[in-house]
């Protein structure tokens, strides 16, 4: 069952490029985006003023990364919010927003709580989903499903790999809806979408370098994970799957928030992963990565092919193949997520089944 693999987490790992051309063969057919299956109001991004993108843990982070992305491409104002806070923050919805609710299980209950929130109000929802008749995507007015096959380990992979592919679908759509994107530019996105699951495979190469790699830090005591824009996103997602499987404290911070406090936590050795995947941002989360060096910080630099100055700058660096900068997280966050399985493995714990977790949080 578990394919030849001694854990669930890898074999979901190495399913994420099938899983990623399953929902890309969904949603792009024939070289065009196909979003038949939900209303052309929310396709189309009809008289929606403001997008509300909510949801928990790592479906969160997608959400994250999904603002950027969105913002860039259709030009809407995006606000994500953590489900647990929405529901109880009276938010203040209008009939010209859309609220999109991000759920692998399906059956979160804060997430859940969230949506209905907004159906009571009569707002458009569009859910995004793994688990076919879930809760969530029975009650929700649109969904759009994942395909990334049942998922058993606690840590997402596939499921959260699957829910990035949508969203960058969906900017696209908008993207071309809104006139911000031209036909030109929304064959080529296509196509560089088309081309993820590939360089998904050509990541999962660098396999064996990454365990060895994070053997050593199977003694950690912290960890931190910084970088801007979509590489704050990827950060997160990063320092959740570390903590989450191999107990070892880790945060993520935008790279420029450092030296506003946590940089004095950074000792001799503590392991800071900086990450590059947005061109425009490199030389600033650079010089963040300089700073922490500085302080005795053990430095893993995580970027584009191409890009082999980090070197100077990296103790270790982690090469990713290149693609247009808004999918990078699609990219960049597997050898994250084969860092913090192989911190779990080397310290011998429950990879699948971390302490005090569950798959699908159905209580508040
Ligand atoms: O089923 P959901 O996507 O709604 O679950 C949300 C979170 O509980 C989930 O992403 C959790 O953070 C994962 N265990 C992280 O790997």
Not at 149 to 178: D, F, H, M, N, R
């Amino acid at each position: 069952e578990k394919g030849g693999f001694e854990h669930f987490m890898m074999k979901e790992i190495h399913e994420q490029p099938k899983a990623a051309r399953d929902t890309i063969g969904h949603y792009i057919v024939d070289e065009a985006i196909n979003l038949s299956d939900i209303s052309t109001q929310i396709a189309q991004l009809d008289g929606i003023e403001q997008i509300y993108i909510v949801a928990c843990g790592s479906a969160y982070h997608v959400g994250i990364a999904a603002q950027y992305i969105i913002e860039d491409f259709a030009g809407v104002p995006v606000r994500v919010d953590l489900a647990s806070e929405f529901r109880y923050r009276k938010p203040l919805l209008k009939k010209s927003d859309l609220v999109i609710v991000i759920s692998q299980s399906g059956e979160t209950a804060d997430s859940l709580a969230a949506l209905r929130l907004a159906v009571d109000q009569e707002i458009p929802t569009l859910a995004i989903v793994n688990v076919l008749g879930s809760s969530i995507a029975r009650e929700a007015g649109d969904v759009l499903y994942t395909y990334a096959g049942p998922e058993i380990a606690v840590a997402t992979t596939k499921a959260y790999s699957t829910q990035l592919l949508i969203c960058y679908v969906l900017a696209v759509e908008w993207g071309l809806a809104k006139g911000r994107i031209s036909d030109e530019e929304y064959h080529r996105l296509i196509k560089e979408i088309e081309s993820l699951p590939a360089k998904m495979d050509r990541t999962l190469e660098d396999k064996e370098r990454i365990q060895w790699f994070a053997s050593k830090f199977a003694n950690a005591h912290d960890m931190f994970f910084i970088g801007r824009g979509i590489d704050y996103a990827i950060s997160m997602e990063g320092s959740l799957k570390m903590k989450e499987i191999s107990y070892v404290h880790s945060e993520a911070y935008a790279a420029g928030e450092l030296k506003h406090g946590t940089i004095s936590l950074i000792e001799d050795g503590t392991l800071t992963v900086g990450i590059l995947t947005q061109p425009d941002l490199y030389e600033k989360t650079i010089s963040n990565m300089v700073e922490v060096k500085s302080r005795g910080g053990y430095i893993m630099g995580l970027t584009s092919y191409g890009n082999y100055n980090v070197e100077d700058t990296a103790h270790f660096t982690v090469y990713i193949p290149k693609t247009d900068p808004h999918f990078a997280t699609s990219l960049a966050i597997i050898p994250l997520q084969l860092m913090g399985y192989y911190v779990s493995v080397s310290k011998g714990l429950d990879v699948d089944k971390p302490r005090n977790l569950a798959k699908s949080v159905t209580v508040e």
